[in-house]
């Protein structure tokens, strides 16, 4: 049974940082693309970015690139999502997603996932 638990969201001031973590278990965690993506209120699922199995590799949406990091440690079955100068519009509650098959390739992975964290909460506010 796959299962995803996030870690370490929380409120934070604009232009401050938030590492989020991402324990996965019950799959082959290094042979999987992971994603982050995030819902903010009212508003629909969102794709913040991905990263292929090894973690050579990760693609970004446009409004995170710069800012936001997603890396990984297969020998500890982590995803994380490293975010500075946070601003009020990345306020969501955000996911850690697996890809839907091992053959999925990164940059190109979203929507394509069948199993999601439950979510961890980022404020920004001042």
């Known amino acids: 049974q796959v299962q995803l638990v996030g870690s370490g969201g929380g409120l934070v001031q604009p232009g401050g940082s938030l590492r989020l973590s991402c324990s996965a278990s019950g799959f082959t965690f290094k042979s999987y693309v992971m994603m982050w993506i995030r819902q903010a209120p009212g508003k629909g699922l969102e794709w913040v970015g991905d990263?292929?199995?090894?973690?050579?590799?990760?693609y970004y949406a446009d409004s995170m690139k710069g800012r936001f990091t997603i890396s990984r440690d297969n020998t500890a079955n982590t995803v994380y999502l490293q975010m500075n100068n946070l601003k009020p519009t990345d306020t969501a509650v955000y996911y850690c997603a697996k890809a839907a098959r091992s053959t999925v390739v990164a940059g190109v992975a979203w929507p394509n996932y069948d199993s999601r964290g439950q979510g961890t909460q980022v404020t920004v506010s001042s």
């Open positions: 990263i292929n199995s090894g973690g050579g590799s990760t």
